[in-house]
T-cell receptor, first 118, second 114 residues
């Protein structure tokens, strides 16, 4: 069974700084997808970034980028030039490439609460 | 609609009453998830529907909780004899079967048991 671990329950950084959120996972699969979701105080879950395991190139979305280390099963999120609006809970998630049965559900980590300080 | 719709947005109920929470997933999405989120906490998996397969109910915390998905679309989460510890936000998400698309979440239902 797959597991996702986020070892940082809470973090705080000053506005404009760069912050890295860590995520590790465990799987025997070779082809899968990894996601970072953001949940601001409004509680709406928003996809921040997605990475396909078969792609070696790290995904980037504006100020958000990932460091995907497949062999180490690590998938960290880097937020550059952090802004007050980045304050949120961040969840790392794993999904198999082709979920086939009821055991193949998306797996979420427990989340990291990020505070951007003015 | 374009997104996952949940109703009601907020529900206040008296301890011991039954409640039904509704989730209307994105059309065509075969996978549907229910999660519970207590204040400031992470996502607690409750139940997962995937197509016509038997649902994964492994996350339901007690037999007071049940869920069904009719016609592979709308889902209802029912909590019987509600307790104060059931107070939380209940989130629904749906996705395509393939893993190359993400799960889309509704806004959630905030349940308060008084």
């Amino acid at each position: 069974a797959q597991t996702v671990t986020q070892s940082q329950p809470e973090m705080s950084v000053q506005e404009a700084e760069t912050v890295t959120l860590s995520c590790t996972y465990d799987t025997s699969e070779n082809n899968y997808y990894l996601f970072w979701y953001k949940q601001p105080p409004s509680r709406q879950m928003i996809l921040v970034i997605r990475q396909e395991a078969y792609k070696q190139q790290n995904a980037t979305e504006n100020r958000f980028s990932v460091n995907f280390q497949k062999a180490a099963k690590s998938f960290s999120l880097k937020i550059s030039d952090s802004q007050l609006g980045d304050t949120a809970m961040y969840f790392c998630a794993f999904m198999k490439h082709l979920p086939m049965n009821r055991d193949d559900k998306i797996i979420f980590g427990k989340g990291t609460r990020l505070h951007i300080l003015p | 609609g374009a997104g996952v719709s949940q109703s009601p947005s907020n529900k206040v109920t008296e301890k011991g009453k039954d409640v039904e929470l509704r989730c209307d997933p994105i059309s065509g999405h075969t996978a549907l998830y229910w999660y519970r989120q207590s204040l400031g906490q992470g996502l607690e998996f409750l139940i997962y529907f995937q197509g016509n397969s038997a649902p994964d109910k492994s996350g339901l915390p007690s037999d007071r909780f049940s869920a069904e998905r009719t016609g592979g679309s709308v889902s209802t989460l029912t909590i019987q004899r509600t307790q104060q510890e059931d107070s939380a936000v209940y989130l629904c998400a749906s996705s395509l079967r393939q893993g190359n698309t993400e799960a889309f979440f509704g806004q959630g239902t905030r349940l308060t048991v008084v």
